[in-house]
């Protein structure tokens, strides 16, 4: 399958896991004002949150390495955040490996959290094909 070009199961996870990190800094960000000063405005949104979440030095570190609990509450998807969204995507990702799943999840992102994802998303069909 790598000689086709088809990405395997491990290199579709790290794939996700790239996105994953970087689209949830990204939440809020519309396509069409996507500009440095909104931008910094969500980053320096997304630094306060996680900040004030924590007291301790050893649960900002925990915050940076965000993981999402192992099983998942259940969500209602018409109303779930891009949050819940993406951390039912990792769950189907990583820990069950179910792509065709966490591919159904992802395209319901929109903005810049679901341009983020667009190239894992093209990997997961070009796998899921083959």
Same mark, same amino acid.
């Given at each position: 399958?790598l000689?086709? =070009?088809?990405? /395997? #199961? /491990?290199?579709?996870?790290?794939?996700?896991? #790239?996105?994953?990190?970087?689209?949830?800094? #990204?939440? =809020?960000?519309? &396509?069409?004002?996507?500009?440095?000063?909104?931008?910094?405005?969500?980053?320096?949104?997304?630094?306060?949150?996680?900040?004030?979440?924590?007291?301790?030095?050893e649960?900002?570190? $925990?915050? !940076?390495?965000?993981?999402?609990?192992?099983?998942?509450?259940?969500?209602?998807?018409? @109303?779930?955040?891009?949050? $819940?969204?993406?951390?039912?995507?990792?769950?189907?990702? !990583? @820990?069950?490996?179910?792509?065709? &799943?966490?591919?159904?999840l992802?395209?319901?992102?929109?903005? *810049?959290? =679901?341009?983020?994802?667009?190239?894992? *998303?093209? $990997?997961?069909?070009?796998? *899921?094909?083959?």
């Open positions: 399958a000689d086709d =070009g088809v990405l /395997n #199961q /491990n290199a579709l996870q790290d794939l996700f896991l #790239q996105s994953y990190y970087s689209a949830r800094r #990204q939440v =809020g960000v519309k &396509l069409n004002e996507d500009t440095l000063l909104n931008k910094v405005k969500v980053y320096l949104t997304y630094s306060l949150i996680t900040l004030t979440s924590y007291r301790t030095i649960r900002v570190i $925990e915050r !940076i390495t965000y993981r999402p609990i192992s099983v998942p509450k259940p969500v209602d998807l018409n @109303e779930a955040t891009p949050y $819940e969204i993406m951390d039912l995507a990792y769950w189907c990702t !990583i @820990e069950e490996g179910d792509f065709d &799943l966490a591919l159904r992802v395209n319901r992102l929109n903005d *810049l959290p =679901g341009v983020t994802f667009s190239h894992w *998303l093209k $990997e997961v069909r070009i796998h *899921l094909e083959s």
